[in-house]
């Protein structure tokens, strides 16, 4: 993820409290949790008050407990910077924490959320009986909210190249079901192709073909605009058409589980 890897979605993959912002029980649950990788920012909520670690904001842990520290004692291979990064052996290294900010990941993301779903799959595809991988581009949200659309295209331009990756991973490997969606929407996002000269109009922004567009905003908070969901491998046609969030739990569950 691009934002702190106590974050409310990949928290919920590996946490449960009572709040999200509980984020230093979310990090102590998370390490108890094992997950093979765990990739992104927030650093500081890993490290005790008044010490620092590779960023320079203090650590927020009030339990005094370094659980960088403690994740290293127990096989996490750790890293903090793209040099780090680009210097791990995804095929001798079977638990990898790396932490690339005190906060969310600042902009340019370095390593990139390509980098980092790349290399996830490249470690978690030693397991014969296949993985799970969670990549999130949460900061098209963060974007979002600002009613910031260069970001929020960015942003969605990196979640692109990530995907790639996934696909050619699944391409060559098959049996991989790719899903590819939103929580929810932010922002009220409108897409024209000519200007409205409304405020806090964004663009003109090129197209492919050699128009234009324009992103005009509702809002600064989340809406309930459904949100598209796509998908390809096993199971991916149990998708099709609209469906309540919480099927997609039901589809990849049936994929997990091979059915």
């Not at 108890?32 to 990788?37: E, T, Y």
């Not at 993985?131 to 979640?159: C, G, P, R, Y």
């Amino acid at each position: 993820t691009t934002s702190q890897v106590t974050h409310a979605t990949p928290a919920a993959f590996a946490a449960h409290v009572e709040h999200r912002k509980m984020v230093t029980e979310i990090a102590e649950q998370m390490l108890s949790a094992g997950p093979d990788v765990l990739l992104g920012g927030g650093e500081d909520e890993f490290l005790p008050q008044q010490e620092t670690g590779c960023y320079a904001e203090p650590g927020e842990r009030k339990d005094g407990r370094n659980l960088i520290a403690e994740a290293v004692a127990n096989d996490y291979l750790y890293i903090c910077d793209k040099r780090a990064f680009d210097s791990v052996d995804p095929q001798t290294t079977s638990r990898l924490l790396g932490l690339f900010s005190d906060e969310g990941m600042t902009r340019p993301f370095s390593p990139s959320l390509a980098d980092m779903t790349e290399i996830s799959i490249d470690i978690l595809s030693k397991n014969g009986r296949g993985f799970f991988l969670m990549v999130e581009s949460a900061q098209i949200d963060w974007a979002s909210h600002d009613n910031d659309a260069d970001k929020a295209i960015s942003d969605t331009l990196e979640l692109d190249d990530a995907v790639a990756i996934a696909r050619k991973f699944a391409d060559e490997a098959g049996q991989t079901l790719i899903i590819v969606t939103a929580d929810h929407e932010t922002g009220g996002m409108e897409v024209v192709l000519t200007p409205g000269g409304r405020s806090g109009e964004d663009g003109p922004y090129p197209m492919p073909n050699g128009g234009v567009f324009y992103v005009n905003w509702s809002t600064t908070g989340h809406t309930s605009f459904d949100v598209p969901v796509t998908s390809s491998g096993p199971a991916s046609g149990l998708l099709a058409g609209a469906h309540d969030n919480t099927h997609i739990f039901q589809v990849m569950k049936s994929a997990l589980n091979g059915e």
